[in-house]
């Protein structure tokens, strides 16, 4: 599975959006981006995925790259309850194994 | 009620003794996993089981053993607890058959929090 870098932190007032990075240079072509998020030690909850187009649901956007050895996780208008770790991952997107590998994440910071 | 649920949810114990934590699910998902997580670190995996005849080792097996008694049910013994296993315990589930969201998507139990003295 391919290496991802995250910012170990960062701090978003509430209601602006919230722009997470992620670096992820050596993805192959089958793999998918995953976002999770981790809220003070609660189970790990997931967020939104994609592969190389923008993808959007109620929880967040993702922007990936053309070249797609990046991406952005975006919540547009962040509450204090998003204060969390959020985790890139980087996965193919196969049958035969569902692992997960998380890193050390962002741990983002909404405030008043 | 929770779709995946970890018991117990805080335990203390002395080293040497043999500890069980259980997990059992309700959403029908074939695929189980274990993680721990350590203080400021990320999850990493124990074990994971994709079926009830099946079981493979994760990253740090070493010192966990498993048993996957049903579908539903998947648990993680520690034969002889040492200090260095302090940590927090997820169980997960996954299944790629009704995942609308890709073979990735798992779900996550509430954990369990241990405590080796």
């Known amino acids: 599975d391919a290496k991802t870098t995250q910012p170990p932190s960062m701090d978003c007032a509430e209601g602006r959006a919230a722009n997470l990075p992620c670096n992820h240079s050596?993805?192959?072509?089958?793999?998918?981006v995953y976002w999770y998020r981790q809220i003070h030690s609660q189970g790990p909850q997931y967020i939104i995925h994609g592969l190389k187009n923008n993808e959007t649901n109620e929880m967040a956007s993702l922007i990936i790259t053309e070249d797609r050895k990046s991406s952005t996780l975006i919540l547009p208008h962040a509450t204090l309850r998003d204060t969390a770790v959020y985790y890139c991952i980087v996965r193919a997107y196969t049958g035969t194994a569902s692992k997960l590998t998380f890193g050390t994440g962002t741990r983002l910071q909404v405030t008043l | 009620d929770a779709d995946v649920t970890q018991t117990p949810r805080n335990r203390i114990t002395k080293t040497g003794k043999r500890i069980m934590l259980e997990c059992s699910q309700t959403k029908g998902h074939d695929r189980m996993y274990w993680y721990r997580q350590d203080p400021g670190l990320g999850l990493r995996l124990i074990y994971y089981?994709?079926?009830?005849?099946?079981?493979n080792k994760g990253e740090i097996s070493d010192g966990y053993s498993v048993s996957r008694q049903a579908q539903a049910k998947f648990s993680l013994s520690l034969e002889s607890a040492i200090p260095n296993q302090t940590a927090l315990y997820f169980c997960?589930?996954?299944?790629?058959?009704?995942?609308?969201?890709?073979?990735?998507?798992?779900?996550f139990g509430p954990g369990t929090r241990l405590t080796v003295l």
């Open positions: 089981s994709f079926d009830v005849k099946d079981i």
């Open positions: 050596t993805i192959s072509g089958n793999e998918y």
């Open positions: 997960a589930t996954s299944d790629p058959r009704t995942s609308e969201r890709g073979y990735n998507e798992q779900f």
